[in-house]
């Protein structure tokens, strides 16, 4: 009997799936970084607009901070700043996924004396 041949056949067949499972694996690695950098940013911007720092600049300070490709919302009233942060992150090519989209959402008490809103 020829085993080696069978165990090359069996390998062959188990290996693109072991790639596969690797790269989504990865992929869901690189979601749960892209989480964290997202709600790091969006707290971040929060305590800035919190301060009273331009709606323009804590965008500016969010956006430098998430990767290419995110939707920065910022909004300031009153009582409180509100700073929404939604980037997708592609799946690997090979998996035939669509993108998933990461979101973070922050929200800090104004302090007193910051207006609530730009002109």
Do not use: F, Y
Request: hydrophobic share 50%.
């Amino acid at each position: 009997m020829n085993d080696r041949g069978m165990a090359t056949a069996e390998i062959a067949v188990a290996l693109p799936t072991l790639v596969l499972i690797t790269a989504i694996a990865l992929w869901g690695l690189t979601a749960a970084s892209v989480q964290l950098a997202c709600t790091d940013a969006a707290r971040t911007g929060a305590r800035a607009a919190a301060r009273g720092e331009s709606l323009n600049a804590v965008r500016e300070l969010v956006a430098k901070a998430v990767p290419e490709g995110a939707t920065v919302k910022v909004s300031r009233d009153e009582a409180t700043v509100q700073v929404d942060v939604s980037v997708p992150v592609k799946p690997p090519a090979a998996a035939g996924l669509p993108a998933l989209t990461v979101h973070a959402h922050a929200t800090a008490a104004t302090e007193p004396g910051v207006p609530p809103a730009e002109p």
